[in-house]
């Protein structure tokens, strides 16, 4: 039996988990059938201290009557923290989880993006306020995944004219993959940085220098396109221009950081119930908190790292200068003060958006992005969203759609596609347009980035967004 199907009788991950699992490959091997496997283990899920004393089912009996002891220990706040919804017909599971998150007893204050869908935890597009703690996995598995444009000094009409130029650029500066890497690592200051601030970072620090530079998979890109600026302004005059705009993270580092204190914080607060278990957290004066900490903002070094060495590096192949350069996390805890308040505020898919702050918020390789400032809204604890949004999970796309239609779409748009997996095309996401009018109080739009020359990881990759 898998682990979903284990789940949705009640098994709780971790321990009882792999319990679990044991015991049923005994089981079966004496001979039960499936049926009466599945009848027994919700029995035992129902009530576990019927079965204490059972040869075989006993182990499993005594973990689920800790694990339910403690949750029935659980106390969270007396009313939900506040928080506000941007934009309508969002992903209910998405809501539902915002809702569980507020329920916390260490939670202040929360918002949900437009772009929100479904996550572990904490949704994809939420913010989350907390006190003298912070979640793994409300900061997410990529941590401090980014964008990054910068402006090159080529005109656009290079789009068409050294457009083998340009796709030999990033086919040659960048490396997508799950496993993607360089023979010869790229040479970057942050390596110089203390990867001994967990056991974690320093057991994964070479692995991270050959990765140094990579765009790894998922709906991680790097792309050429149009920045369009209406007026002058970020120190341009108004007009069209190249841009080269990337979306990547802290690879596979980062997503061993979250994976390790994840599990230490589950561990440390097994009173939570089955809704809240992605949720547990590390306070910051403790041990395990203090080290995350540290590797979390580590990550942050290595993932604005990872894209300034692919800028430079396609800025010398190409030989053209940078006259312009924008960045921001959008997987990543903060330290901010917020009605006079030190808070932990978790943005999981959710961009900075504080009075004046630029950011990026992408569209799809067929939609366009746009460079925003932001307004410092402290409803939306100064966020905004990071992106258009899924629709529709990667298997209903690979499944609802074939690339004899995507290519026409795309080719409409003046897009040329150098590869990607039927998971990432336009229509598995929201409109843009639709989540930027969402949140027109939240930020300024000052440009409009329109992708033209677009790279992701191959089909067949695992994503790591």
């Known amino acids: 039996m898998k682990t979903r199907e284990l789940s949705n009788l009640g098994v709780p991950k971790g321990s009882a988990m792999q319990i679990a699992k044991d015991t049923i490959k005994a089981a079966a091997e004496s001979g039960l059938q499936r049926a009466v496997l599945r009848d027994t283990i919700a029995s035992v899920v129902d009530s576990p201290k019927s079965f204490l004393e059972h040869e075989l089912w006993g182990k499993l009996a005594a973990e689920l009557a800790g694990v339910f002891a403690a949750q029935s220990r659980y106390v969270g706040r007396e009313q939900a923290a506040p928080w506000r919804q941007w934009g309508s017909d969002l992903d209910p599971t998405a809501v539902q989880q915002m809702a569980h998150a507020c329920e916390l007893p260490i939670s202040h204050s929360g918002a949900l993006m437009p772009d929100a869908h479904q996550g572990y935890g904490l949704p994809i597009g939420g913010v989350l306020a907390t006190k003298d703690c ?25 789009l068409q004219k050294q457009q083998d130029r340009l796709r030999g650029a990033i086919e040659r500066e960048t490396q997508f993959g799950i496993g993607a890497r360089f023979r010869k690592p790229r040479q970057h200051d942050v390596m110089d940085a203390d990867w001994s601030v967990s056991h974690i970072t320093k057991m ?55 994976d390790y204190y994840s599990r230490v914080a589950k561990q440390l607060h097994p009173e939570l119930p089955r809704e809240l278990v992605n949720l547990a957290w590390l306070d910051l004066d403790s041990q395990a908190g203090g080290e995350y900490w540290a590797a979390m903002n580590l990550m942050g070094e290595y993932a604005a790292a990872n894209h300034a060495c692919i800028h430079k ?54 939609a366009p992005g746009y460079v925003v400032r932001g307004n410092g809204v402290e409803s939306s604890l100064q966020s905004a969203a990071h992106g258009a949004g899924r629709k529709m999970s990667r298997t209903a796309a690979k499944r609802q759609f074939n690339w004899k239609d995507v290519k026409p779409f795309l080719a409409k748009r003046g ?50 967004d």
């Open 204 to 258: 994964n620090r070479d692995k991270a220098w050959k990765q140094l530079g990579t765009s790894g998979s998922g709906n991680h890109f790097v792309e050429f396109g149009i920045l369009t600026l209406p007026d002058d302004d970020l120190g341009l005059q108004a007009g069209q221009y190249l841009a080269l705009l990337s979306h990547s993270g802290s690879r596979g580092t980062g997503a061993a950081v979250c």
């Open 313 to 366: 590096a396609i800025a010398k192949h190409l030989g053209v200068d940078v006259i312009l350069d924008i960045e921001n996390h959008h997987n990543f805890a903060w330290k901010e003060t917020h009605g006079g308040e030190e808070l932990i505020v978790h943005r999981k898919g959710a961009t900075p958006a504080g009075a004046g702050v630029l950011g990026i918020i992408p569209g799809s390789m067929g």
């Open 134 to 158: 912070v979640i793994p996995y409300a900061v997410g598995v990529d941590i401090a995944c980014r964008m990054k444009m910068t402006v090159l000094d080529l005109p656009t009409t290079a």
């Open 415 to 464: 897009v040329t596609l150098m590869s990607a997996g039927l998971d990432e095309v336009p229509m598995a996401y929201k409109d843009i347009d639709e989540v930027m009018a969402s949140q027109r109080d939240l930020v300024d739009t000052v440009a409009r980035f329109d992708p033209k020359l677009v790279k992701m990881a191959p089909a067949g990759e695992r994503p790591e």
